[in-house]
């Protein structure tokens, strides 16, 4: 008895420890909503011990670097995303005891590594963190970072892809203000080519500033090899070189989406097949679905289990704020385009990885499943009710240790949106208005006296996270 208690005390204590995303959100989200960024920072500062824990760190981090971002402390936003790669740089060599724990338990024991789409905003965010500092050069060392990065993630088997169209948008950016047409020429080139694999179409004024660049760098045949119409207007881009000034707008709109709990229910056939069965977030159906089950060490082939798992599932929130409208001094109406969808990205995401997780989770649940049984006949006594004390608290203790990972980032906003406006040197009057999805203005934001200089790019970043 004292043996099964302690047995039980330990997985109850090891699972309910496990799983703090829900927490995470629930008491971050209202201070951000209604306290602002500075206030959201302290509060994760002091409370990273009981909302991220080590497990967590890389989201720690990355969280206070957006956060700082958004607040316009550029340097600590780099400072902390920063740590936040360093991080997810070491995870490549990952922990056997972790991996381990993650069998017998769930996949919150593991150190978060990051989702494809973490890793490329975090080196998105740090190469704006670098212009707005106007640090061209560190700008360049991150930009080799994330071709780095975006070369390890690369994927383009079974329709699965982690190419970045608006990171190579970005970089192609970042070498035209290093002075070097051709490598953005080549970045330009790979913009295209990511937007045509992904889940965004090419923005429009990216297409023109494509077309113009590759033009100008005698590369009319790239623009071909990419279906790319030579007859496209393309009077903003070559205003914005000939002039060899812009004023380029980021917006961050909307919330980004988090991470529920999806469970389900079905059978696991050893050696042969997992039939699976849930209810559509979105639709409210019920869904069935198939994925071939490989054995599992400690059942027969062909034997049956009877599972309840959990899974991770995306949970969009109803943006406030849709799209931008910008005017620059007597020049307005100037909408910036989408050029990241996060909501896109994280469907993307569990959408390939859905049938790895399934089976790896089911996977767990079996062997669970066999260990909880081997404990039950083993703790067997004469005494029927400890019997039916022993067997329910068993299956308890199993149930309480299928969790979810519901780790995300917390304060990514919806969208990304950008647009460039060439402008004459000198001093110039920014208003951004954030508006709805019918149009109405949600918020204002005035840049008075935006100094651009002579061959100058000059990047203003507007936070409307709602």
Same mark, same amino acid.
Do not use: W
């Given at each position: 008895m004292k043996r099964l208690l302690l047995i039980l005390s330990a997985v109850l204590l090891f699972s309910g420890c !496990?799983?703090?995303?829900?927490?995470?959100?629930?008491?971050?989200?209202?201070?951000?909503?209604?306290?602002?960024?500075?206030?959201?920072?302290?509060?994760?500062?002091?409370?990273?011990?009981?909302?991220?824990?080590?497990?967590?760190?890389?989201?720690?981090?990355?969280?206070?670097g957006v956060l700082y971002h958004y607040s316009g402390n550029y340097q600590e936003s780099a400072a902390n995303l920063e740590k936040a790669e360093k991080i997810y740089d070491d995870l490549y060599t990952h922990s056997v005891t972790n991996e381990a724990a993650a069998i017998v338990t769930n996949d919150n024991i593991r150190p978060y590594r990051a989702r494809p789409f973490e890793v490329l905003v975090l080196h998105e965010l740090q190469i704006l963190n670098f212009l707005a500092q106007k640090n061209v050069d560190g700008a360049l060392v991150e930009v080799n970072r994330a071709q780095k990065a975006m070369t390890e993630l690369y994927q383009k088997d079974n329709g699965k892809t982690n190419d970045n169209g608006f990171l190579r948008y970005l970089t192609a950016i970042v070498y035209e203000m290093a002075?070097?047409?051709?490598?953005?020429?080549?970045?330009?080139?790979?913009?295209?080519?990511?937007?045509?694999?992904?889940?965004?179409?090419?923005?429009?004024?990216?297409?023109?500033?494509?077309?113009?660049?590759?033009?100008?760098?005698?590369?009319?045949?790239?623009?071909?090899?990419?279906?790319?119409?030579?007859?496209?207007?393309?009077?903003?881009?070559?205003?914005?070189?000939?002039l060899g000034q812009e004023i380029i707008v980021v917006g961050y709109a909307g919330h980004g989406p988090i991470l529920n709990e999806l469970r389900m229910s079905g059978t696991?056939?050893?050696?042969?097949?997992?039939?699976?069965?849930?209810?559509?977030?979105?639709?409210?159906?019920m869904v069935s679905t198939n994925v071939g089950a490989p054995p599992v060490a400690g059942a027969s082939n062909g034997e049956t289990f009877h599972i309840?798992?959990?899974?991770?599932?995306?949970?969009?929130?109803?943006?406030?704020?849709?799209?931008?409208?910008? $005017?620059?001094?007597?020049?307005?109406?100037i909408r910036p385009e989408k050029v990241m969808a996060i909501d896109k990205e994280l469907e993307m995401n569990l959408k390939d990885d859905f049938a790895n997780t399934m089976t790896r989770t089911a996977?767990?649940?079996?062997?669970?499943?066999?260990? $909880?049984?081997?404990?039950?006949?083993?703790?067997?006594?004469?005494? !029927?009710?400890?019997?039916?004390?022993?067997?329910?608290?068993?299956?308890?203790?199993?149930?309480?240790?299928?969790?979810?990972?519901?780790?995300?980032a917390l304060f990514l906003p919806n969208s990304f949106q950008m647009t460039r406006i060439p402008v004459e040197p000198g001093s110039h009057e920014v208003t951004v208005a954030a508006e709805g999805s019918e149009g109405n203005t949600v918020n204002i934001f005035k840049f008075g006296n935006v100094d651009v200089k002579k061959g100058e790019k000059k990047f203003i970043f507007v936070p409307a996270i709602k």
């Open positions: !496990a799983n703090k995303s829900m927490t995470r959100y629930e008491a971050l989200a209202p201070v951000f909503e209604h306290k602002g960024y500075e206030a959201t920072i302290n509060e994760v500062k002091k409370q990273q011990e009981d909302l991220y824990g080590e497990k967590t760190e890389f989201l720690y981090y990355f969280d206070l002075g070097e047409p051709d490598e953005a020429a080549i970045a330009y080139y790979k913009t295209v080519k990511a937007y045509n694999e992904n889940i965004l179409n090419l923005p429009k004024e990216a297409r023109q500033f494509i077309i113009e660049s590759l033009k100008r760098t005698d590369r009319e045949d790239d623009i071909r090899t990419l279906g790319l119409d030579m007859a496209t207007e393309t009077s903003k881009a070559k205003a914005a070189y000939d696991y056939v050893n050696g042969g097949l997992l039939n699976l069965s849930y209810k559509d977030g979105k639709t409210g159906q309840s798992l959990a899974l991770p599932e995306a949970h969009s929130f109803r943006s406030l704020v849709h799209r931008f409208n910008v $005017s620059v001094d007597n020049q307005s109406g996977i767990r649940v079996v062997l669970r499943t066999i260990a $909880s049984q081997a404990a039950k006949k083993a703790l067997k006594s004469d005494n !029927a009710l400890l019997n039916l004390f022993t067997s329910i608290g068993t299956d308890i203790a199993q149930d309480q240790l299928e969790k979810a990972d519901l780790r995300i």
